[in-house]
T-cell receptor, first 115, second 109 residues
Framework: DAGVIQSPRHEVTEMGQEVTLRCKPISGHNSLFWYRQTMMRGLELLIY????????DSGMPEDRFSAKMPNASFSTLKIQPSEPRDSAVYFCASSFLDSSTDTQYFGPGTRLTVL | RKEVEQDPGPFNVPEGATVAFNCTYS??????FFWYRQDCRKEPKLLMS???SGNEDGRFTAQLNRASQYISLLIRDSKLSDSATYLCVVTGGYNKLIFGAGTRLAVHP
């Protein structure tokens, strides 16, 4: 079975440019999560969706960040305009939320470098 | 204070050694607890869930002490392939996971 798919795997861009990260969750999963990982701050939850609806976006750093989930098989995380401090690895994860399990499965991540 | 605290390490141990990692969490309402493993430049992967009664999976044993808000992971007979960062994880409500910063383990020949 295919796991969580993220694209691109690497992105290098210049400050001020728009960046769009993409995620395809595992088929059948109803929850999707966007995380950011840096050496300084570790792994931080940015936003998560349940049944395509944003549930908690309290981790989104600022208005430059936005996330959408137009359907159950696709989500985007957009940064506009990007800044050097946005450089990090961005992970998408998905899970099937029910009463018995909440294991999250992570994608391979997108390594973003903003120059 | 961080919600989940771990010793960052690194723990440098020889093959065959037994090594233990500890973790404390601040939210007494947390319901679920996990250890994830993350290899260098890879994504985190679930290693095992942690139950109040303690649980074992091969060479790995996890323990939870709710009263002390403390979680542990014991690895017996360390292998070179165990070298990774081990992330302590607790739930923060409605399927939300809170990750510790991780403990690095390096197993050498």
């Amino acid at each position: 079975d295919a796991g969580v798919i993220q694209s691109p795997r690497h992105e290098v861009t210049e400050m001020g440019q728009e960046v769009t990260l993409r995620c395809k969750p595992i088929s059948g999963h109803n929850s999707l999560f966007w995380y950011r990982q840096t050496m300084m701050r570790g792994l931080e939850l940015l936003i998560y969706f349940n049944n395509n609806v944003p549930i908690d976006d309290s981790g989104m750093p600022e208005d430059r960040f936005s996330a959408k989930m137009p359907n159950a098989s696709f989500s985007t995380l957009k940064i506009q305009p990007s800044e050097p401090r946005d450089s990090a690895v961005y992970f998408c994860a998905s899970s099937f939320l029910d009463s018995s399990t909440d294991t999250q499965y992570f994608g391979p991540g997108t390594r973003l470098t903003v120059l | 204070r961080k919600e989940v605290e771990q010793d960052p390490g690194p723990f440098n141990v020889p093959e065959g050694a037994t090594v233990a990692f500890n973790c404390t969490y601040s939210n007494s309402a947390s319901q679920s607890f996990f250890w994830y493993r993350q290899d260098c430049r890879k994504e985190p992967k679930l290693l095992m869930s942690v139950y109040s009664s303690g649980n074992e999976d091969g060479r790995f044993t996890a323990q939870l002490n709710r009263a002390s808000q403390y979680i542990s992971l014991l690895i017996r007979d360390s292998k070179l392939s165990d070298s990774a960062t081990y992330l302590c994880v607790v739930t923060g409500g409605y399927n939300k996971l809170i990750f510790g910063a991780g403990t690095r383990l390096a197993v050498h020949p």
